[in-house]
């Protein structure tokens, strides 16, 4: 079984600094792969960043970047130069390799303060 | 870029009745899944469909049943509907082979159950 553990229920940032979003992970699959995801309050599903557990450089998109820490099952988001518009739920999540379902954690619901 | 459609959007039902949520996956994606999130909830796994087969099933009641078509679309019909299974329902998709399997997720449809 996988479990995603995010222990940040909410976080605020000033405006144009950067803040990590925690997230840890439990699995005993060999392959698998991490992902992060934002629902701002609308409620879409916006998908961010995704990390592969063989990939051996940690993966960057824009201003996320995702900290990958293999041996301490650890997959923390980073947000650099935060905006007003990153205020949402972020959600981290993972699968097993192939066509498997996403597991998520319960979210961090980040504030981004002007 | 072409994304996940979802349709309805909102739907609003009462109880026992039925309701068939549709989602047209991204061209080319091969693989869909169903999520459900209650509020304040993380999103939970309902089933997915991989070239239109059955690829995997989760917490599904058996009052839901879904299916993907020959054009890969996926309808999730639900009957005898509760209070409880007022929710977002999202519909997501992948593409098996290419990349790292991300699921991108449609914009969901909000069903209230009266």
């Known amino acids: 079984a996988q479990k995603i553990t995010q222990t940040q229920p909410g976080m605020f940032v000033q405006e144009k600094e950067a803040v990590t979003l925690d997230c840890t992970y439990d699995t005993s699959d060999p392959s698998y792969g991490l992902f992060w995801y934002k629902q701002p309050s609308s409620g879409e599903m916006i998908f961010l960043i995704y990390?592969?557990?063989?990939?051996?450089q940690n993966a960057t998109e824009g201003r996320y970047s995702l900290n990958f820490q293999k041996a301490r099952k650890s997959a923390n988001l980073v947000i650099s130069a935060s905006q007003l518009g990153d205020s949402a739920m972020y959600f981290c999540?993972?699968?097993?390799?192939?066509?498997?379902?996403?597991?998520f954690g319960i979210g961090t619901k980040l504030q981004v303060i002007p | 870029a072409a994304g996940v459609i979802q349709s309805p959007r909102h739907l609003i039902k009462e109880k026992r009745e039925t309701a068939t949520l549709k989602c047209y996956p991204i061209p080319r994606h091969d693989t869909v899944y169903w999520y459900q999130q209650g509020p304040g909830q993380d999103p939970q796994f309902l089933i997915s469909f991989y070239e239109k087969m059955q690829s995997d099933k989760g917490s599904i009641p058996d009052r839901f049943s879904a299916q993907q078509f020959s054009d890969y679309h996926s309808e999730l019909n639900m009957s005898s509907l509760e209070l409880g299974d007022s929710a977002l329902y999202f519909c997501?998709?992948?593409?098996?082979?290419?990349?790292?399997?991300?699921?991108?997720f449609g914009p969901g449809t909000r069903l209230t159950v009266t």
């Open positions: 999540a993972m699968s097993s390799e192939g066509y498997q379902k996403v597991t």
């Open positions: 997501a998709s992948s593409v098996t082979g290419v990349g790292g399997d991300e699921q991108y």
């Open positions: 990390q592969g557990s063989y990939d051996q």
